[in-house]
């Protein structure tokens, strides 16, 4: 397993990251680390079917799929490497989030490894959500308050298990390590770097200042180009 997280950072920076939504962060991030604008989040477009749900901020925990073909381990060894598989979940970090890249190729999402079971036992787990390329299931029974981000909603598990867990994944276009630091919502996810984890609550206060400006005169009655051009002077002296 890899790590990218060496020490936990400090509840009260998860729960001020968890303040913004994930465009939010995202802005925060061009401001604190521009060198990231173009890598870490996700670029394709996922299902959500709690957009009500606040962000979730957690440690990753990471796996793969396949729900095409059979496992073929013998059923005493898919029973250990199921306890090991929570073990890996239940341990280190927390909270955590399960990141899940599905490997069948053309077939991503063709059975579902997530439903009613898996979203109550990660959740009791110490989960807060998942983040998946592969699909989902059992919306109605759904663990209440766990968030879902996944690439499709079907009827069917198939032949769905597990085939690692640990490694790096990568899901909608971002790229994704054991213990990465995620911020998530219905918007999508982001891989945030713990040393400018703390950073970012400022930055984003900062970005809603500048935009502060802009959004009253584009939203005004009297609203003009010069009146524009000023604000956006404005906005550019902001600090």
């Not at 870490?40 to 079917?49: D, E, M, Q």
């Not at 079971?117 to 009791?124: C, G, I, L, M, R």
């Amino acid at each position: 397993m890899t790590s990218s997280a060496a020490a936990p950072l400090a509840p009260s920076v998860l729960e001020a990251l968890a303040r913004y939504d994930t465009p939010t962060i995202c802005n925060a991030m061009e401001i604190v680390a521009p060198e990231r604008r173009l890598i870490g989040y996700t670029t394709k477009p996922l299902v959500c079917p709690f957009p009500d749900l606040p962000p979730m901020v957690g440690y990753a925990r990471t796996v793969t799929i396949r729900s095409v073909v059979k496992s073929g381990l013998p059923a005493d060894e898919q029973g250990r490497r199921r306890i090991a598989y929570y073990e890996y979940v239940g341990t280190g970090h927390g909270p955590r989030i399960a990141v899940i890249q599905d490997i069948d190729g053309p077939d991503i999402g063709y059975g579902a490894f997530w439903g009613e079971v898996q979203s109550n036992v990660h959740k009791a787990l110490g989960c807060l959500g998942v983040v998946t390329d592969g699909s989902i299931r059992d919306i109605p029974q759904w663990a209440p308050g766990f968030q879902a981000l996944a690439g499709s909603i079907g009827p069917s598990h198939a032949w769905v298990h597990a085939e690692s867990f640990g490694g790096e994944v990568r899901v909608a276009g971002m790229t994704v390590r054991s213990d990465d630091l995620i911020h998530a919502d219905r918007h999508g996810a982001i891989v945030i770097p713990a040393d400018i984890a703390p950073k970012l609550p400022e930055a984003a206060e900062l970005c809603a200042r500048r935009e502060t400006p802009i959004l009253e005169i584009a939203r005004a009655a009297d609203f003009s180009l010069e009146k524009l051009k000023d604000a956006l002077k404005r906005s550019a002296e902001i600090h």
